[in-house]
């Protein structure tokens, strides 16, 4: 329930923003939204806050004034906030739904339920099918176009979540199941289990001794909207944060099989249950069976093992090149959970991060890390208040002290900047700034849409450059929300192995760029890996994980991944790499 909380009260926010900004409201929509973005990523809990000190104790969270910090207690209190269903009435639009249309925001969302009485997204396709919205003012054919473009782009991702939106939420509810009792074993098997980027729904095996209460706990979980069946060994429920759940009740002497089936994914099993039939035996989520003689069926290890196969671990089940691997014990040792020393991109409030660098810094050394670079935006990011060479030093200078404080502490912070790529390659600093860094990152945030040949070559010169260290989040995607630019993909990480560049595997929710087959060939290249959080909030270390995951669904290994290395090593490998 812990993260659910934070994220709901900031769902909030952000509507309370968007409707605000729908109206014209000045400055209060931003304030909303950055209230949201504090909340979102902090790592206490809202309402813990509130019972212990009431509306004063939110006051004192940054970002939240007094205004803001009403109705929030409001929320808590009542469930619902009066002005925001206010809103809602007098402007019954959808503003959630058409604001995820990419090119689509407040302004215009009100200009299109003013003159065309738009009110979601299905209005909205059939008023530009219909080519009613090239007419409005500041419309055009061309914004019809790239609308039709978001629309399409939506639909084809609806439905699914976030893992990392779903991950502590699973795990919450695996928790308290597990607390129940009677229950022996409870797992989140299907996707989830696999760390795929989007989640379907919640699959949830168990094995108990009484079904009917681990049934009805689940049932009664408070995150529970709807319940579309029950029974013994099966229930279906819907939850408020828009997901279903399954949870499964099977016999303990068949738990394994039932996971193996239920962790999947589908192809996966297809596979395995061929293997199965050539060996003459039949497997199913009751077990492994010969004739109707049980074989195997307790634990996913000994299934594989009777059908000659390593353990093969989840992350890897995509009937892609696993089984023939596990065939021939040679499925790499992935990097673990949790391996991770040190964070090489955070932003702070120098630019668009809302906690201080020495708010970052200790958030790290409490999530366990021994090292972050501060990669703060660069000046062409205007937008984000990106810093120029007189601000770097600046930066520098309070780095250097905060590097004396922590000393005792053994924690190190570095020097970098996540150095904006300029359409023609080019980078925004000068060398003679850079070279004050400890590393040097860059990434791409503008000119998405040149072709694939401009942007590959753009990036390319970047990546030559002698001082660039790593290239950020580099296909520039956002799940459900942008699509990766147009790049080549094998040219880009030949380059980047050619220049001495490691690749990022970014675990923001919606970016985890790379993806699992880029990162898998990245290693088979040879190029080197870096997981980051790309920390905006203190609360942000926590989806380092999410960044592994994606890098043990490219098969790699803790020796792929170099800031599992000291800093001293990691910060001298890099420079290696560059020689
Ligand atoms: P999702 O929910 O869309 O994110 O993806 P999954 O993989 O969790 O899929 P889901 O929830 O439909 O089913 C969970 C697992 O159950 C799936 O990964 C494999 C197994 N499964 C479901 N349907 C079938 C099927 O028709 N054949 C086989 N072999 N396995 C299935
Ligand atoms: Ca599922
Ligand atoms: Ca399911
Ligand atoms: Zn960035």
Redesign the pocket.
């Known amino acids: 329930m812990a993260v659910l909380h934070n994220q709901r009260i900031a769902r909030l926010l952000n509507e309370m923003s968007e409707y605000l900004e729908v109206q014209d409201v000045p400055f209060k929509p931003s304030a909303y939204a950055r209230a949201a973005g504090i909340i979102a990523g902090m790592t206490d809990e809202v309402t813990d806050i509130y019972d212990q000190n009431g509306k004063k104790g939110l006051d004192g969270i940054p970002g939240v004034g007094k205004g803001i910090a009403e109705k929030i207690e409001e929320y808590i209190t009542t469930g619902s906030i009066k002005e925001l269903e206010q809103m809602k009435k007098k402007f019954p639009v959808n503003v959630s739904e058409l604001s995820a249309v990419q090119g689509v925001g407040p302004k215009k969302i009100a200009a299109l339920y003013k003159k065309l009485n738009i009110k979601n997204c299905a209005d909205l396709e059939r008023a530009v099918r219909a080519h009613k919205v090239a007419g409005l003012a500041h419309f055009g054919k061309k914004s019809e176009e790239q609308i039709l473009k978001g629309i399409e782009f939506l639909k084809k991702g609806r439905g699914?979540m976030l893992l990392g939106t779903v991950v502590p939420l699973a795990q919450d509810i695996e928790a308290r199941l597990r607390s129940v009792p009677g229950v022996a074993r409870v797992t989140v098997?299907?996707?989830?289990r696999?760390r795929?980027e989007?989640?379907?729904?919640?699959?949830i095996v168990a094995t108990t001794a009484h079904p009917k209460r681990v049934m009805d706990a689940f049932i009664a979980l408070p995150e529970v909207e709807h319940v579309y069946s029950s029974g013994p060994t099966k229930t279906m429920v819907r939850l408020s944060i828009g997901i279903d759940a399954?949870l499964r009740v099977v016999k303990k002497d068949c738990y394994g099989a039932a996971l193996q089936?239920?962790?999947?994914?589908?192809q996966?099993?297809?596979e395995v249950?061929k293997i199965a039939i050539k060996k003459g035996y039949k497997l199913s989520e009751y077990g492994l069976f010969k004739e109707k003689k049980l074989i195997a069926a307790k634990t996913e290890e000994e299934i594989y093992k009777k059908l000659g196969l390593a353990y093969i671990p989840p992350e890897l089940r995509t009937a892609s090149g696993e089984i023939e691997a596990a065939r021939r014990n040679g499925l790499p040792d992935l990097i673990p959970y949790g391996s991770i020393r040190g964070d090489l991109q955070v932003q702070t409030n120098w630019t668009d991060g809302n906690a201080s660098i020495e708010e970052m810094a200790k958030a790290a050394m409490n999530a366990g890390l021994e090292y972050i670079a501060i990669t703060d935006h660069t000046q062409s990011l205007a937008m984000t208040g990106g810093l120029d060479e007189k601000k770097l030093a600046r930066q520098g200078k309070e780095i250097d002290a905060l590097n004396k404080k922590f000393k005792q502490k053994k924690f190190h912070i570095l020097k970098s900047a996540e150095v904006n790529i300029m359409k023609d390659g080019s980078l925004d600093i000068f060398d003679a700034a850079l070279k004050k860094l400890d590393l040097v990152c860059v990434a791409v945030h503008s000119h998405f849409a040149l072709s694939e040949k401009e942007q590959t070559e753009r990036i390319i010169r970047a990546l030559k450059h002698p001082l660039v260290n790593i290239l950020f989040h580099p296909t520039g995607r956002r799940i459900g929300r942008r699509e990766a630019y147009a790049l080549d993909m094998e040219s880009t990480l030949r380059a980047a192995k050619e220049y001495g560049v490691a690749m990022e595997a970014n675990a923001s929710t919606d970016r985890l760029d790379l993806k699992d087959a880029h990162i898998r060939r990245a290693i088979e290249l040879g190029v080197n890996i870096v997981v980051n959080s790309d920390a905006h909030a203190p609360g942000h270390f926590a989806n380092l994980d999410l960044a592994i995951a994606q890098v043990r669904r490219g098969w790699g290994k803790k020796s792929d991944v170099l800031n599992t290395l000291s800093v001293d090593k990691c910060l001298a490998f890099l420079k290696r790499l560059k020689k």
């Open positions: 699914r098997a299907g996707s989830i696999r795929q989007t989640i379907g729904d919640i699959d399954d089936y239920f962790t999947g994914d589908k996966h099993n297809i249950r």
